[in-house]
């Protein structure tokens, strides 16, 4: 039962364009969420989160928006880099204690 | 400051073996929690510990299983190995028990022929 899901495996943005990234989630206990960015061999490097109380977040080009209601949460990178090319994942996380259950994915190609 | 380190880097180990994999956190972070990637089922949580407790576990046979010291490293422990472990072990540790933000090691990247 995949709880957290990004339906997109691969996206592909031109340099300088906005990347948006996609997660659903279907576990209504979720009240936090993270998007982390993941290079080949090495582990997962924390990017943004978002709490279920707010619907938006931003941190420099990145900004997390929820919607609470379509279970739907995404990722928006303005302006994209060629540094940005990474797997990103989002993560949900439920009540006490720091379980996350991560989405499968998404690769971005951020391109010249 | 150090981030966190994860002992070894690689390891290949034969189907029927027991391996280790050892977890150093962020100093001064409590909670370290581990997690199993693999291509076909992506990140797992396998467990977290906070103050050498198992406070969560994730859905994995007994064979898996983890332990936290008094300065807050981790070991984790894959007995009677199968070739569906293989796969690259994570660790990520967080300042406390409710912290939001966890901080992921390199991992260990485990073979098992």
């Known amino acids: 039962d995949q709880q957290v899901k990004q339906n997109s495996p691969s996206l592909s943005v031109q340099e300088g364009r906005i990347s948006i990234l996609n997660c659903d989630y279907t576990?209504?206990?979720?009240?936090?969420f993270l998007w982390y960015k993941k290079y080949p061999a090495e582990g997962p490097t924390f990017l943004i989160s978002?709490?279920?109380?707010?619907d938006k977040n931003e941190d420099g080009r990145f900004t997390v928006f929820l919607n609470k209601s379509a279970k739907h949460l995404s990722l928006h990178i303005v302006p994209s880099q060629p540094g940005d090319s990474a797997v990103y994942f989002c993560?949900?996380?439920?009540?006490?204690?720091?379980?996350?259950?991560f989405g499968t994915g998404t690769q971005l190609k951020v391109e010249l | 400051k150090a981030g966190v380190t994860q002992t070894p880097r690689y390891l290949i180990k034969t189907r029927g073996q027991q391996v280790t994999l050892s977890c150093s956190p962020i100093?001064?972070?409590?909670?370290v929690s581990w997690y199993q990637q693999t291509p076909g089922q992506g990140l797992q949580f396998l467990f977290e510990?906070?103050?050498?407790?198992?406070?969560n576990k994730g859905n994995f046979p007994g064979r898996f299983s983890g332990r936290q010291f008094s300065n807050s490293r981790s070991e984790m422990n894959v007995s009677t190995l199968e070739l569906g472990d293989s796969a690259l072990y994570l660790c990520?540790?967080?300042?406390?028990?409710?912290?939001?933000?966890?901080?992921f090691g390199p991992g260990t990247r485990l073979t098992v022929t």
């Open positions: 990520a540790s967080s300042l406390q028990g409710e912290m939001r933000e966890q901080y």
């Open positions: 576990n209504s206990m979720f009240d936090y």
């Open positions: 978002i709490s279920s109380i707010k």
């Open positions: 993560a949900a996380k439920a009540g006490g204690g720091n379980k996350l259950t």
């Open positions: 100093s001064g972070h409590r909670s």
């Open positions: 510990y906070f103050s050498e407790t198992q406070r």
